[in-house]
């Protein structure tokens, strides 16, 4: 397995229908909002949590951040979580970065008895925001029992959705933080899996309606270098007149005018780029219909197409 040496940047839109992508839970649980603008937000660590547990669940792989219940039915603390692995510091750090893929990753602090370790993550995601000005919509239905002993009458359910909401992430893999945490190209072809198919796979109530529907993944010759914010350059264009009123992937399309030319500007620094586009996913580039893994090899950059 051979270690990371090089920067990365990735970009990852995914969409939700009916449903509450982030709730927050200081605000009864409604979904995260920009209340100056309504744009929709959703944390890095919901989709951080989003990879841990498609990892840990379906590609049974050990993370260290997960919820273990003891026998006695109390829940694991960090410190005890930390001792599973070691007796000392150095014996716990060593066996949690050999063992658990997520410290890798995102590193993490690992608390121990009389000391700690910290490990910086070299993937690191900003704040997820829509892409358009998101409606949030109040739901409210009734339970399936009684309120109290004696009612007669059910308890009340109530939650806020949203409608439909686009929202994208950007992030990039530090190839400085990596050689720290000994995180591998291995490990980074299990990131991009997590992305895509841990949102796919994310089933609840909640997320259901949660779909992956754009990866890219940027790989530099450089080291110490990245274009930065690639995912300014894709541009939700509608012709709905309130933003709030999209459905739906037959709304809009994605304008990439933007994306495309800082990908032309920094070609011969670029090795590569691996990318999975959603077929129903509308993109266009100067106003017309284009395939984006085909748009990017007409600037002379190799296109990888993921096939998730």
């Given at each position: 397995m051979s270690n990371l040496t090089k920067r990365s940047e990735l970009v990852f839109l995914y969409d939700i229908k009916d449903a509450n992508?982030?709730?927050?839970?200081?605000?009864?649980?409604?979904?995260?909002?920009?209340?100056?603008?309504?744009?929709?937000?959703?944390?890095?660590?919901?989709?951080?949590?989003?990879?841990?547990?498609?990892?840990?669940?379906?590609?049974?792989?050990?993370?260290?951040?997960?919820?273990?219940?003891?026998?006695?039915?109390?829940?694991?603390?960090?410190?005890?979580?930390?001792?599973?692995?070691?007796?000392?510091?150095?014996?716990?750090?060593?066996?949690?970065?050999?063992?658990?893929?997520?410290?890798?990753?995102?590193?993490?602090?690992?608390?121990l008895p009389n000391d700690s370790v910290t490990f910086t993550g070299p993937v690191q995601f900003n704040i997820g925001r829509s892409l358009h000005r998101v409606e949030l919509t109040y739901i409210k239905g009734t339970g399936a029992f009684a309120s109290g002993e004696s009612s007669k009458q059910k308890t009340f359910?109530?939650?806020?959705?949203?409608?439909?909401?686009?929202?994208?992430?950007?992030?990039?893999?530090?190839?400085?933080?990596?050689k720290h945490t000994k995180m591998t190209e291995q490990d980074a072809e299990l990131l991009l899996d997590g992305i895509w198919n841990?949102?796919?796979?994310?089933?609840?109530?909640?997320?259901?309606?949660?779909?992956?529907?754009?990866?890219m993944k940027v790989d530099y010759k450089e080291e110490n270098y990245h274009i930065g914010d690639l995912l300014?350059?894709?541009?939700?264009?509608?012709?709905?007149?309130?933003?709030?009123?999209?459905?739906?992937?037959?709304?809009?399309?994605?304008?990439?005018?933007?994306?495309?030319s800082k990908l032309t500007k920094n070609s011969e620094i670029i090795t590569g780029i691996k990318v999975q586009a959603d077929d129903e996913l509308q993109i266009q580039l100067n106003e017309k219909p284009v395939d984006l893994a085909k748009a990017i090899s007409d600037i002379g950059i190799l296109a990888e197409v993921l096939k998730y």
């Open positions: 992508p982030n709730g927050d839970p200081l605000d009864g649980n409604k979904p995260r909002m920009d209340e100056e603008t309504g744009i929709n937000l959703v944390t890095d660590v919901r989709l951080k949590r989003t990879i841990r547990d498609y990892l840990h669940d379906y590609k049974g792989l050990e993370i260290f951040v997960r919820e273990i219940v003891k026998e006695n039915g109390t829940i694991q603390s960090g410190k005890e979580r930390s001792m599973d692995f070691g007796k000392d510091a150095k014996e716990v750090a060593k066996n949690v970065l050999e063992q658990c893929i997520d410290v890798r990753l995102f590193g993490a602090t690992i608390p359910r109530e939650e806020y959705v949203v409608p439909y909401s686009l929202i994208g992430f950007y992030g990039i893999i530090n190839e400085n933080a990596a841990g949102t796919k796979n994310l089933i609840s109530r909640s997320k259901m309606g949660q779909l992956p529907r754009l990866l300014s350059g894709i541009k939700l264009v509608t012709g709905k007149t309130d933003e709030r009123e999209i459905r739906g992937l037959n709304d809009f399309t994605l304008e990439i005018n933007g994306l495309m």
